[in-house]
């Protein structure tokens, strides 16, 4: 069974640091990504890591979110860095299995709260 699990969520100042993990576990996965859902917004793609280990991000978050993946551990990470209001969202972990019919999984979520 496939299971992804996040965590590393909480309350942040505004300017502060956090460090999410995504545990996964059932299956290999070639790529991870990171994406986060703020109040009464759609879900959107924070950063992309591939099996290769090349990264993709979205523009906003260029410069302050980087993603890195631990192989052996099967886990995937996203450092957050200078920390606005406007981050606080759900941040979901996504996972996709190797070849051409890949499946995707996600975790259920964790809660980045950015406020004073």
């Known amino acids: 069974q496939v299971q992804l699990v996040e965590s590393g969520g909480g309350l942040v100042q505004p300017g502060g640091s956090l460090r999410l993990s995504c545990a996964t576990s059932g299956s290999i996965f070639s790529i991870y990504g990171w994406y986060r859902q703020a109040p009464g917004k759609q879900r959107e793609l924070v950063a992309t890591i591939f099996s290769d280990g090349s990264t993709n991000y979205a523009d906003s978050k260029k410069g302050r979110f980087t993603i890195s993946r631990d192989n052996a551990k099967n886990t995937v990470y996203l450092q957050m860095n200078s920390l606005k209001p406007e981050d606080t969202a759900v941040y979901y972990c996504?996972?996709?299995?190797?070849?051409?019919?890949?499946?995707?999984?996600w975790g259920k979520g964790t809660l980045v709260t950015v406020s004073s």
């Open positions: 996504n996972a996709k299995t190797y070849g051409p019919a890949g499946m995707y999984y």
